[in-house]
């Protein structure tokens, strides 16, 4: 048999998804599994959007624009510029999701060997794109303890080599809910400019900020060729099965290195490009009670987490995330053993194991990241479960 290549073999599989066959194997025995392990919405997508696309009549599913669809492009202005992030539609490429977008900055920006500093717990898929794009990921840690604020600076100034070509953020952040102050973003854009280094920003969570609010990355003044956004309307409009995202920079450069990755992929999903066109033009209302329902579901959750003993949640201020420390000796094993072993009135839940969201090995192995994409009912019957299980896992600790 042919080998495969060594980058398919270090490719990591997702901490997200890895346990979906023990989740299965869970259903079939006639087990409810929660699941909190995946950031997969039960909000239904607005219809205004759906309609758009039954409304749409097409005789040819062409290609669109290598870009995205130039309305749909300049539709998005306006939907950045109600954020005072002001960009004319030709810095905007339309991607095959947010996970698209990343990939084109990072095959754009870095060369294989190229350094990327992320703070970590990071959105576990980076380690994925980095191995795709043969670039390093070099962790800063932020601890569960701070509520997971950003490192100092310095320990961000002592991982710079001359590899480093980035620094990576999410904001707000999966999977700890870190939403960054506006002192971070301008200490951030310090090191940037004084390193002359890329500023990625994945904003895909922009409109989910609870206590308080945080700037784009877009809105930092002077470093218009640094700044590169990652976005996406999976979760923004509980559409993540329209594979829509976007890159977003001032680089004239970069934009033209990019669209030739974009021209290679020829083009993005046209069904979804008229869905996300239509999105734009959703009442500005629409997310008041999109956030004031995710908002009750933080709070239960992060409540019920900090009632049990031994465990540890700090309140997350936005996206729709929380990590929480579980007195246990493995995440990895707790979780399995969660899908394999333990039923609560025939319940369990899933949860996704804290060590892939770390890239130093052995952190995270007694965290785990649960996603508050349940109803409060569901979430609430999930944390009992939790609370019977963490009472009788025989690897407590
Ligand atoms: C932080 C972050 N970035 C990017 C993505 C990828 O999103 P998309 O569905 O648009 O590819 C996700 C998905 O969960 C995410 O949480």
């Not at 309305?71 to 999701?97: A, E, M, P, W």
């Not at 301008?186 to 609870?210: G, M, P, Q, T, V």
Request: overall charge negative.
């Amino acid at each position: 048999m042919p080998k495969i290549s060594q980058r398919g073999q270090i490719m990591p599989p997702s901490p997200i998804r890895k346990l979906v066959p023990y989740a299965e194997a869970a259903k079939k025995k006639g087990v409810t599994v929660y699941h909190l392990n995946i950031g997969q919405p039960d909000i239904e997508t607005p219809q205004p959007v759906l309609d758009a696309v039954r409304n749409s009549h097409f005789k040819i599913l062409e290609y669109s624009h290598s870009a995205g669809n130039e309305s749909y492009r300049r539709k998005l202005t306006t939907y950045y510029s109600r954020f005072g992030i002001d960009v004319d539609y030709n810095q905007i490429i339309v991607t095959t999701g947010g996970s698209e977008a990343i990939i084109f900055g990072f095959m754009a920006c870095l060369d294989p060997g190229d350094e990327v500093i992320v703070p970590e717990p990071f959105y576990a898929n980076y380690n994925g794109f980095a191995v795709e794009a043969e670039v390093k990921v070099v962790p800063v840690t932020s601890g569960i303890e701070s509520g997971f604020a950003l490192p100092p600076i310095g320990d961000f100034e002592k991982k710079i080599t001359p590899k480093t070509k980035a620094i990576l953020i999410c904001n707000p952040n999966n999977p700890t809910g870190y939403l960054y102050s506006t002192e971070e973003l301008n200490i951030l854009r310090d090191i940037c400019k004084k390193h002359n280094l890329f500023l990625f920003s994945d904003e895909a969570y922009r409109e989910f900020a609870y206590d308080g609010t945080t700037l784009s990355a877009l809105q930092l003044e002077g470093l218009e060729d640094n700044v590169v956004v990652f976005d996406t309307i999976s979760k923004r409009y509980s559409a993540c099965g329209g594979r829509i995202g976007a890159l977003v920079t001032r680089n004239k450069t970069l934009l033209d290195s990019v669209m030739k990755f974009a021209q290679a992929r020829l083009s993005p999903p046209s069904f979804a490009q008229i869905a996300a066109e239509a999105a734009v033009d959703l009442p500005e209302d629409y997310f008041d009670g999109i956030k004031a329902e995710y908002k009750s579901r933080r709070d239960l959750l992060v409540k019920r987490l900090n009632g049990i003993p031994g465990v540890f949640c700090p309140n997350p201020g936005g996206a729709f995330y929380a990590m929480a420390k579980l007195p246990i000796d493995d995440a990895d094993k707790f979780c399995q053993w969660l899908l394999e072993e333990f039923s609560y009135d025939q319940q369990t839940v899933m949860l996704s194991p804290g060590t892939g969201f770390y890239a130093t090995a052995g952190l995270g192995k007694q965290e785990v990241r649960l996603a508050y994409v349940l109803n409060l009912e569901s979430i609430d019957k999930a944390m009992t479960a939790l609370t019977k299980a963490l009472e009788v896992y025989p690897g407590r600790s």
